[in-house]
Nanobody, 130 residues
Framework: QVQLVESGGGSVQTGGSLRLSCVASGYSVSDARMAWFRQAPGKEREGVATIHTGFRRTYYAEAVQGRFAIYQGNAENTLYLHMDSLKPEDTGMYYC???????????????????????WGQGTQVTVSS
């Protein structure tokens, strides 16, 4: 059974940084197709970044490009999202998601469709104050 557990959220001021972690069990991060999503109150869940760790390919939503980085960590079976230059509009619940490693990463917005990811964590809250 696949389990994803996020951590690392918190409250920061505008311009601050955070690193989110996603520890996977029952699923190998070493050859994986995974992503981070976020959801603000009253808004739909939106994709932030996705990675295929086996092919070392990434894709970012335009809103976070140049500020966020998704990567596989050296720690056991962990995916990270490093976030710099945080803005109030980055506030939301952040979710780790995973799908089959056979899912290709095309480098376009469809890669961040929530429907493509059957496995989800419970989320970690990020709050950015102005």
């Amino acid at each position: 059974q696949v389990q994803l557990v996020e951590s690392g959220g918190g409250s920061v001021q505008t311009g601050g940084s955070l690193r989110l972690s996603c520890v996977a069990s029952g699923y190998s991060v070493s050859d994986a197709r995974m992503a981070w999503f976020r959801q603000a109150p009253g808004k739909e869940r939106e994709g932030v970044a996705t990675i295929h760790t086996g092919f070392r390919r990434t894709y970012y939503a335009e809103a976070v490009q140049g500020r966020f980085a998704i990567y596989q960590g050296n720690a056991e079976n962990t995916l990270y999202l490093h976030m710099d230059s945080l803005k109030p509009e980055d506030t939301g619940m952040y979710y780790c998601a995973a799908t089959s490693s056979s899912e290709r990463l095309y480098g376009r917005s469809g890669d961040l469709s929530p429907d493509r990811y059957p496995y989800w964590g419970q989320g970690t809250q990020v709050t950015v104050s102005s």
